[in-house]
């Protein structure tokens, strides 16, 4: 793992607890978690050997590619992927996919679900679902998941591509009415914690979270990907990625969106602390994370675990050693000895434009308040009251 990550510290990892060095432990919604990296739905947890390769390699927890009832109805194209990079030696910044959910037969997934549980019984394991607007078949998927052991569910409200061609995914996350209806099915049936995973491609992402919250979801996770055309290739003329010469608007992800992702975080942090504090709803942020100080700015703006997806389709799972390494050594820079220490504690310093506006004139009439600092500062007019400001023994 070099590139982007040579020089990042690494932690050695038991059942994913540093041996270590600060505390990462994190509890969400009463699941308790040895550290607060999680596998977002996506290729990472696509099935058994590689959702047991994450546990082995110590991720906090693992949440499942996203399953749907009828995996007959998911067919997907190659190329799936295209790539952003840049500077000089073209490392990738940006990743579009135009991937759907599993298509693995869903019985064949909750084998491998129940397997996983079998072998970690003390790990996290998280399914995704996603179905269309009707109540049985969500009552159908979410009982048949919680009996393969599932700790949680974490509803995909979000994929941008394909799926809202048939009224799921993004279709249903951006209508925040009909959130609050599924919601209240889902949580109705659900007896275990229910995370809303939630879009970006939407401007104002407290409105379907506020809603996936009314509705009894105990979390929020965000961002999905964002809805994005990589580019078009000048020589064919054809959008990228090209199938059969023809594309679709894709998923945008990687580190170019953490920016996005962290605006995003902050404002659903920002209403959980507003109107549902001290009701343990939890919310975990996702979005171009692939080192453990990018961790530290998601938890900082009120995160309880940070996912990542595309940086371990890059870097691979031992990447968690890393990310552990990097939170430590922030939280050691810092004297946090637990994630609790520091959970939240930047969201305080967001406020309005013209609240900055204010603070900066105070910040000025202080500054002019306490005397001349150098002599470019004389204003003539005001020239004896400037001196007068200055005597120590009036
Ligand atoms: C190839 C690919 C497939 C994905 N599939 C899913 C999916 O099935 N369900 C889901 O909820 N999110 C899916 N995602 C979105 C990721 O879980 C994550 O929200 C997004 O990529 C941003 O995080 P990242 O920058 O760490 O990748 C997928 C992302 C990628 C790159």
Redesign the pocket.
């Known amino acids: 793992m070099g590139g982007v990550l040579k020089g990042e510290p690494e932690v050695e990892l038991q059942a994913g607890v540093p041996v270590d060095g600060p505390d990462l432990s994190v509890t969400v919604n009463g699941l308790r978690l040895p550290n607060p990296f999680v596998i977002?739905?996506?290729?990472p947890g696509t099935n058994y050997a590689v959702m047991a390769k994450a546990f082995q390699e110590g991720w906090g927890a693992v949440i499942c590619?996203?399953l749907s009832l009828d995996a007959d109805a998911v067919v997907n194209v190659t190329p799936r992927?295209a790539q952003l990079r840049a500077f000089a030696d073209r490392e990738v910044v940006g990743?579009e996919?135009i991937?759907l959910?599993?298509d693995r037969p869903f019985e064949a997934m909750l084998d491998d679900l129940r397997r996983l549980k079998d072998e970690f019984p003390d790990r996290v394991l998280l399914a995704?679902i996603m179905e269309e607007y009707r109540r049985e078949a969500w009552e159908e998927i979410i009982e048949r998941c919680e009996s393969a052991g599932v700790d949680g569910l974490?509803i995909?409200f979000?994929?941008p591509h394909g799926l809202p061609e048939r009224g799921m995914g993004m279709a249903m996350g951006q209508d925040s009415e009909m959130l609050t209806e599924v919601c209240g099915w889902i949580n109705a049936k659900a007896t275990v914690p229910v995370w809303a995973?939630m879009t970006p491609n939407i401007t104002d992402i407290s409105q379907p979270s506020r809603a996936a919250l009314l509705g009894g979801c105990e979390g929020v996770s965000a961002?999905?990907?964002i809805q994005s055309v990589m580019g078009v290739n000048l020589k064919t003329l054809r959008p990228e990625p090209a199938v059969e010469g023809y594309t679709t608007p894709g998923?945008y992800?990687?580190k170019a969106?953490k920016p996005i992702?962290l605006a995003k975080v902050m404002r659903v942090a920002q209403l959980i602390r507003d109107e549902f504090g001290g009701q343990d709803k939890s919310l975990s942020g996702?979005?171009?994370?692939e080192t453990g100080r990018d961790a530290a700015e998601f938890l900082l703006l009120g995160a309880d675990t940070v996912?990542?997806?595309?940086?371990v389709?890059v870097h691979g799972y031992p990447l968690v050693k890393k990310l552990c390494g990097g939170l430590q050594q922030f939280m050691s820079d810092h004297d946090f000895g637990g994630i609790d220490s520091f959970k939240g504690s930047s969201l305080q310093y967001f406020t309005t434009h013209r609240d900055l506006v204010e603070r900066q004139r105070a910040a000025i009439r202080a500054k002019k308040q306490e005397g001349i600092l150098n002599d470019a500062e004389w204003t003539g007019e005001e020239f004896t009251s400037e001196a007068a400001k200055m005597v120590a023994n009036k």
Not at 40 to 43: D, L
Not at 286 to 289: A, D
Request: charged share 10%.
């Open positions: 977002a739905s996506g290729p590619k996203t992927y990743w996919n991937e959910i599993s995704s974490e995909n979000s994929c995973k961002i999905n990907t998923g992800s990687y969106v992702a996702i979005g171009g994370v996912q990542v997806c595309t940086g389709m």
